[in-house]
């Protein structure tokens, strides 16, 4: 299990570390004290649960919050010193799973840690493939590309879908026609064209990987 803790308060930050490593005595605990830093630790490692800080240096928790949900369901406890009903609503807006509010009894932080992760262990996680940049499940219809999720219509869809399921296979325009539109798609290849460069738009820094073969058609690889 590795756990971010995001606290200002040093001695806090310690003491919140002391008992969640005697609860869970292999855990791997990272210890930040400002937003940015938090923030930049979130995107480079995979974290079980992040006790989260809501007034922080540079970045505060709440924004913090906002930017790990653009890309990220991982379990966030928040907590405040700001114990208003406002806050605690906004951040459950944002998407946290509970709210402590300062002065805090340890032990007490522990129980909601042992009930979020509870919850998370009952749930079937959503399986995501990856392609160098790219993370998708095609069930669910959802990619992310550098960790942010984006949106593409139904045939900008099934075209990633048949470029990503037979990566390398080069496809004239024709064939992508056929396989995409419909073999009674009485349309132009011009059409092909235009999907591709509005895919290649969304991509924005995987567009590289759909790439044009000369005078035949398209594929798809890094």
């Given at each position: 299990m590795k756990i971010l803790i995001v606290?200002?308060?040093?001695h806090l930050n310690d003491l919140l570390h002391d008992y969640v490593l005697d609860q869970y005595k292999t855990a791997l605990i990272d210890q930040v004290y400002d937003g940015l830093t938090a923030l930049s630790r979130?995107?480079?490692?995979?974290?079980?649960?992040?006790?989260?800080?809501?007034?922080?240096?540079?970045?505060?928790?709440?924004?913090?919050?906002?930017?790990?949900?653009?890309?990220?369901?991982?379990?966030?406890?928040?907590?405040?010193a700001l114990n208003d009903e406002e806050n605690q609503l906004k951040g459950y807006n944002l998407g946290i799973d509970d709210y402590v509010t300062k002065p805090y009894s340890p032990k007490i932080v522990i129980k909601k840690i042992e009930a979020v992760l509870a919850r998370y262990e009952n749930?079937?996680?959503?399986e995501i493939f990856q392609y160098g940049i790219i993370e998708y499940n095609l069930?669910?219809?959802?990619?992310?590309?550098?960790?942010?999720?984006?949106?593409?219509?139904?045939?900008?869809?099934?075209?990633?879908?048949?470029?990503v399921t037979n990566i390398?296979?080069?496809?004239?325009?024709e064939d992508l026609l056929n396989l995409v539109w419909g073999y009674d798609y009485f349309g132009y290849e011009r059409t092909v064209d235009?999907?591709?460069?509005?895919?290649?738009?969304?991509?924005?820094?995987?567009a590289p990987y759909v790439k044009t073969v000369f005078k035949s058609g398209y594929k798809f690889e890094k």
């Open positions: 606290e200002d308060e040093k979130i995107h480079e490692n995979t974290y079980d649960l992040i006790l989260l800080d809501v007034m922080l240096p540079h970045m505060g928790g709440f924004e913090v919050c906002r930017k790990v949900r653009e890309s990220s369901n991982v379990p966030i406890i928040m907590l405040s749930t079937t996680p959503e069930e669910k219809y959802k990619i992310l590309v550098d960790h942010k999720e984006i949106e593409l219509n139904k045939k900008e869809w099934e075209l990633f879908s048949l470029f390398g296979r080069m496809y004239t325009r235009t999907h591709i460069k509005r895919l290649r738009q969304k991509l924005g820094n995987a």
